[in-house]
């Protein structure tokens, strides 16, 4: 069945366009059997999306781990969500 929260969210032209970026990022991320959530230099990108978009971790996260991963939770669907 469908439940509905009700919850409403206008997203303005710019956030659109970097969600957008996000998605690419994600898709175009190169992983292995080593690497499953990506090569360092591809976490980069989300990351400086993930600032773009305005999100903000503690003191201390890594990054570009951080930011990255808050990407991938949100938009990615994964075997091991």
Known sequence: GLI???QVKQ???????????????????????????GVLR???PLAELGDEL????????LRPE????V???LFEQSELS
């Open 71 to 73: 990407s991938m939770w």
């Open 42 to 44: 591809d976490l980069e």
């Open 54 to 61: 305005g999100v903000v971790l503690r003191d201390g996260a």
């Open 4 to 6: 509905d929260f009700g």
């Open 11 to 37: 997203i303005s032209g710019k956030a659109r366009c970097t969600l957008g970026k996000v998605m690419c990022a994600l898709a175009r991320r190169e992983r292995s059997t080593d690497e499953p959530y």
């Open 66 to 69: 951080g930011p990255a991963a």
